[in-house]
């Protein structure tokens, strides 16, 4: 719990000094009937003594007292709550290194099993669409809550060739994302999770986009599949070669840092849908400031009444 106005709490110290007064008054009351009656006659001046009863009302009005100074000071609680709309897209790399089976049973195969991870953990009510990139970019899915649309063209995804159109990718999801449905006249929050195993070398400066996208503030969730011992079978010459396609994280970290997102490193298909998962979870919720200080007032005006009740129906008086 924290408070929006800590300097409201200095007001607890008046409480021990009351409570200091309180203790120095009742020990001046208590010399003050002595000077009337002797002690062993006390009991028989007066025989219904309220004992410790008559420090009831007293000490209820004191926590009174204090939730009120607490609720003045503003206690808040951060919790989480499924988020209502966001806008979430799917950018894949299907270059022809995404074929490497360095991750189990390739590397595209597996970003297409974790991204059907995340829809199984999503919110229903998130929009999520779906974009693949190579040398060209195709949009297989516009974002939407009908998450099976979205499985069914991720499925569909295949190898498209040579070349790694990185930046026109994150453009393109950022105008899906830019088109997304306005509620109550404001766009929705909107994130980009990209997944691919090297850096762009054609189409436009991915990490200028991310600027961009930081600017409109979409986060850019980049995911580098792969290890640095994958390889590829490839035509040269007429005849068969296997060609090395190291994982490249590099430029993907800095496109997440530019966006102001987050870089993972996936290094085995278990690790790739652990990390959609954990996305699926962090996107669906968000963390929102609960006010505190009705409850703690209204908790004051009970102990309050309380204790004026108490007063009364012991002493018939406000003491």
């Known amino acids: 719990m924290s408070f929006a106005a800590p300097l409201v709490l200095l007001g607890l110290l008046v409480v021990p000094v009351l409570g200091a007064w309180y203790v120095t008054e009742q020990q001046r009351r208590a ?7 002797s002690e062993p006659l006390t009991p028989s001046v007066a025989p219904r003594r309220p004992g410790w009863r008559r420090h009831v009302p007293y000490g209820l009005l004191a926590l009174a007292l204090i939730g009120l100074i607490v609720a003045a000071a503003k206690p808040q609680r951060t919790v989480t709550e499924p988020v209502k709309s966001a806008t979430v897209v799917f950018v894949n790399d299907v270059s022809n290194s995404m074929k490497a089976t360095d991750v189990k049973p390739s590397r595209l195969v597996a970003a297409k099993r974790a991204a059907t991870s995340f ?13 693949e990139f ?6 297989l899915q516009s974002p939407t809550t009908d998450h099976q649309l979205t499985r069914d063209a991720i499925a569909q995804i295949q190898p498209g060739g040579g070349g790694t159109a990185m930046g026109n990718a994150i453009t393109t999801a950022l105008n899906a994302i830019a088109g997304a449905p306005k509620i109550a006249g ?8 990209l997944i691919s195993d090297g850096a762009a070398n054609v189409g436009v400066n991915p990490i200028t986009v991310a600027r961009e996208a930081k600017k409109r503030h979409v986060p850019i969730y980049t995911v580098s599949i792969g290890t640095p011992n994958g390889t590829i079978q490839i035509q040269r010459d007429g005849r068969t070669v296997t060609s090395a396609v190291p994982v490249d994280p590099t430029e993907l970290r800095e496109i997440a840092a530019a966006s102001g997102g987050h870089a993972y490193r996936a290094p085995d298909g278990k690790t790739v849908e652990a990390i959609y998962t954990h996305l699926a979870k962090q996107l669906g919720e968000r963390r929102v400031r609960r006010q505190l200080d009705a409850l703690f007032a ?10 004026i009740a108490v007063s009364l129906a012991w002493f018939g008086r406000l003491t």
């Open 119 to 131: 829809l199984n953990g999503v919110t229903p009510t998130i929009e999520v669409g779906s974009i």
């Open 31 to 37: 010399r003050a009937s002595l000077a009337f009656a």
């Open 186 to 193: 404001k766009s929705p929050p909107g994130a980009v999770i």
């Open 298 to 307: 209204g908790l004051a005006l009970a102990l309050l009444v309380v204790g």
């Open 134 to 139: 190579a040398r060209n970019v195709a949009v």
